[in-house]
């Protein structure tokens, strides 16, 4: 029976509307060297390939959000880069909209917000699915 190896780090590397081929071709091009390195030079021998799916709709916070808890959209509910805050979780019990699309709020921070440790996210989504950085605290991992 063979061993089965638990690495002592693991780098999540999760580039925003990067295509995994595109990735793949630079990796094979030597454009991105530094990444590349870490990767295990251009067969990424370092890494897992993973074939990848997005969620649909492929849009920022509902994709990270499937990403990071392993919920689809209609589990987690959050459907795209604008969020509703009706019952004012994080605003003291006041409604708030979130959004991360330029144009809509210049407060750059609530982008952030919403997924750090007390953001929106944090407060709205089911303590019944862990988080990929629960599941690593679980395990007596650091992650952030």
């Known amino acids: ?23 793949s071709r630079s990796l094979q ?14 067969q990424a021998v370092n890494g897992a390939h993973l074939q990848v799916t997005s969620t649909a ?19 987690h509910g959050v459907a795209g880069n604008q969020i ?4 004012g979780t994080t ?7 979130y959004a991360l699309m330029w144009g809509i709020t210049l407060a750059i921070k609530d982008a ?10 944090s407060k709205v989504l089911s303590r019944q699915q862990p988080t990929l950085y629960e599941l ?5 991992m650091v992650s952030w």
């Open 1 to 23: 029976m063979a061993t089965r190896l638990i690495p002592s780090r693991l780098l999540i590397i999760d580039i925003d509307g990067l295509r995994q081929d595109v990735f």
């Open 29 to 42: 091009d030597g454009s991105i060297p530094n990444l590349s390195r870490l990767a295990g030079g251009a």
């Open 57 to 75: 709709p492929s849009i920022t916070f509902c994709a990270q959000t499937t990403i990071f808890t392993g919920l689809q959209p209609n589990e």
């Open 84 to 87: 509703f805050d009706r019952f």
């Open 91 to 97: 605003n003291h019990g006041k409604p708030r909209f």
């Open 112 to 121: 952030v917000e919403v997924f750090v440790e007390e953001g929106l996210l």
């Open 136 to 140: 690593a605290a679980q395990h007596g």
